[in-house]
């Protein structure tokens, strides 16, 4: 099975508004990285975090990891109609396996 | 730099044809990997590479063959399209765990 796994799977929220997607994994990592997916493009890289970081800002978006509870969120603040998109956690191992979750499927509403 | 590149962009094959699907990168990154996207999915790891000369299995390896002789290219190898990989698949590259992501070929087995 795959190593991650995101909540949720479909967010529906107004432009303006705040959008949060969690990410939960198996085993212990190198980093986690997350990356949007608009429909039938290519992968797009937002932002990694290292495992021994616990907090990332970059524009608008937030992560945060905790290593303890083996989870990851992302916080899109302010969404704009331009976020919707499909996004996805990924993880890198210690044994430089990397591995996607299902994703979530955020759609913001103008 | 063209960063990473993949042909063809489209393929169709019948059952049982063999075909190389193409991945070249020029950022002298060591390591590249392949992952296939099914419909509603995320990115499943096929084969990785940690530099030239060595490969390894991911998740899903069965049905396709990796080489790695220089650093730049990365080719995939489908022994004998089936069509359970009916697929889009992406090659990325990575350097210090930060993953750079092709555009993907879409591949159709009929």
């Known amino acids: 099975s795959q190593q991650g796994e995101e909540d949720p799977q479909a967010l529906s929220i107004q432009e303006g508004e705040n959008a949060t997607m969690n990410c939960s994994y198996k085993?212990?990592?190198?980093?986690l990285q997350w990356y949007r997916q608009n429909s039938g493009r290519g992968l797009v890289h937002l932002i990694l975090?290292?495992?021994?970081?616990r907090e990332k800002h970059s524009g608008r978006l937030r992560v945060t990891l905790d290593t303890s509870k083996k989870s990851s969120s992302l916080l899109i603040t302010a969404s704009r109609a331009a976020d919707t998109a499909s996004y996805f956690c990924?993880?890198?191992?210690?044994?430089?396996?990397?591995?996607f979750g299902s994703g979530t499927k955020l759609n913001v509403k103008p | 730099n063209a960063g990473v590149t993949q042909t063809p962009k489209f393929q169709v094959l019948k059952t049982g044809q063999s075909m190389t699907l193409q991945c070249a990168q020029d950022m002298n990154h060591e390591y590249m990997s392949w992952y296939r996207q099914d419909p509603g999915m995320g990115l499943r790891l096929i084969h990785y590479?940690?530099?030239?000369?060595?490969?390894d299995q991911g998740e899903v390896p069965n049905g396709y063959n990796v080489s790695r002789s220089t650093t730049e290219d990365f080719p995939l190898r489908l022994l004998s399209a089936a069509p359970s990989q009916t697929s889009v698949y992406f090659c990325?590259?990575?350097?210090?765990?930060?993953?750079?992501f092709g555009p993907g070929t879409r591949l159709l087995v009929l």
């Open positions: 590479s940690v530099g030239a000369g060595i490969t």
């Open positions: 085993t212990s990592i190198n980093n």
């Open positions: 990325a590259s990575s350097l210090a765990g930060a993953f750079f």
């Open positions: 990924a993880t890198l191992d210690n044994f430089n396996k990397f591995y």
């Open positions: 975090i290292r495992s021994n970081e």
